[in-house]
Structure formats: C-alpha cells, structure tokens
C-alpha cells in the first residue's frame, strides 16, 4: 500500500457486483483513511448506436453515468459516513482506458469480478481481466462476501520474482486489518523426480527455508503482523484458491510488464472465493 498515493479508487457502473466492490472500496479507505474516488466510464464505442445520434447517445450515457455515481456516493457513506467521496465521471473508448487516467494517482484501484454484460455462465468479466496486473500498484477483483468475520490475509508466493510489491501490500493489509497474515508457496514435484533420487522431503525443507528467509525482512518492519508461513505440495491456483475460503483478501504478485498476469493470477481471480489483490510495481 503506498502512503504517498491516498485515495482507493473504484470503477461502478451501477451492477451487483460493482456495489459489493464499492462497499469494500468504501471500508478499505476509511481503514487506511484514505479518500475514495468513485468513477463510472461512459464508453465512447456505444456512440456508434445505428438510428441514433451520437449527440443523443453521448447525453443519455452521462445522464446515467451522473445517477450511478450519485447512487454509488450515497451507497459509500450510507456504509462510512463522514468518509471523504469524489465522484468522476469519464468518457473514454472502454472501461480500462478510462480507471487508467487516474490509477497512477490511487494507492489501489477496485473493480468488481463482472460487471454489466456479458455471459451470465463466465466466472470472471473481460474489463477485470483487462485491467488487473495492468495498472501500476494493487488491483482488488472484489468477488464473493465482503462482510465476513475472516482473520486473515494470504499471499502466494514462488520464490523466483520479485517478492516486493506482493508482501508491502500483504503485509500493510494485514496490519490494518490486525489480522494474521499466510504466507503459502505451493510447489510441485518434477515428473519423474522420485525415480531421479530426487528427495522431495529435502526440497520441501530447502522451500520452507528459503521462504523464512524472503519474508525476514519484511517480518522485522512489521513486527505486530503475526505470521504463518505454509509451504504445500500441490498447484498454486487449488491451494490459493482454498486458503481463500478462510481469508480477508488474497494478495498475488504480477508478472511484470512484458507478461502482465500470469497463468497463477489469472486462475486465483476466477477461483477465488474472497477479493484477490493483484500486485504490480509502480512505474
């Protein structure tokens, strides 16, 4: 979580689910103290309306575009009052386009799983794909309850990439929350690995190891966050997807930028049963 940017923004448009992700947008910022910005994007591309001009089609869309926001500006202090709520609304081609003027400037930016449109049978919409691991900083998919009693902040980790981003953000969401904080690394063996002589107990030992070692310095900023470190044989996805079902907030890291959300990313936010965080540095 990064001090120096002190607004949560949260992109609505008005659905179930945007309003579960504005409620928890709304208690993210008022446990940090931080501001919320609350931002709806009337798409540009819908002004290609056949029979319609686009006049009339841009007037209708910010029309709309001014109800959901001062629903959801109600919503956010019905639930925090006395919370400091900014409203903007943004024309722009599609929804990433427009929560990107604006994500440099938020210390997290939150988006619901599904949104308007789309197949009612997808587990994840196209706009929280396109924008989480995209945008510098944590993007929060806010999906299943977000009012729950849960204790407890996971972070996968795989001990290659950098570790940074994924454990700053875990670690300040855990002390805000006064909660305990999962550190799960999940490995497979090698096909073929056993037959080789390879020692899995020895492995596992090796990873357990090397985790101690990747959370120490984090550990000694945060001497309050009480740390479980958990290392399991099995896929990273199934295992965090399962420490979910008991957690606040599930944190992963990005891939970077050439591959901005891997393979793990990408299955723990269709899986997930608890808001996933996904974590890219700051340009």
């Known amino acids: 979580m990064s001090v120096q940017r002190a607004t949560v923004l949260v992109g609505i448009d008005g659905s179930p689910d945007s309003d579960r992700a504005l409620g928890w947008a709304a208690d993210e910022a008022a446990r940090f103290g931080m501001s919320l910005r609350i931002v709806h994007v009337a798409e540009t591309a819908t002004l290609d309306v056949a029979g319609r001009g686009a006049g009339e089609?841009?007037?209708a869309l910010a029309e709309a575009g001014d109800r959901i926001l001062q629903d959801g500006r109600g919503l956010a202090l019905h639930r925090r009052p006395g919370l400091a709520v900014e409203t903007t609304l943004v024309h722009d081609r599609n929804v990433p386009a427009g929560l990107r003027r604006y994500a440099g400037e938020a210390a997290e930016v939150v988006i619901g799983h599904r949104g308007r449109g789309g197949f009612t049978g997808l587990l994840l919409g196209s706009t929280a794909l396109r924008v989480a691991g995209r945008f510098p900083g944590p993007v929060v998919v806010v999906r299943g309850p977000v009012d729950g009693t849960a204790d407890e902040v996971v972070v996968g980790l795989d001990l290659v990439e950098d570790p940074a981003p994924a454990l700053d953000h875990a670690f300040a969401a855990?002390?805000?929350?006064?909660?305990?904080?999962?550190?799960?690394?999940?490995?497979?063996?090698?096909p073929l690995a056993a037959e080789a002589g390879v020692d899995g107990r020895t492995t596992g030992d090796t990873r357990r190891s090397h985790l101690s070692t990747v959370l120490a310095p984090w550990r000694d900023r945060h001497p309050g966050v009480k740390v479980a470190e958990d290392v399991v044989i099995g896929h990273p996805v199934e295992a965090l997807a399962t420490a979910s079902a008991h957690a606040d907030l599930v944190v992963v890291g990005s891939r970077g930028r050439r591959f901005p959300l891997g393979s793990v990313g990408h299955g723990v936010i269709h899986y997930a049963r608890?808001?996933?965080?996904?974590?890219?540095?700051y340009d």
Do not use: T
């Open 274 to 281: 608890r808001p996933v965080a996904v974590v890219r540095p």
């Open 57 to 59: 089609v841009s007037e």
């Open 174 to 190: 855990a002390a805000a929350r006064e909660a305990r904080l999962r550190a799960l690394h999940a490995w497979r063996p090698a």
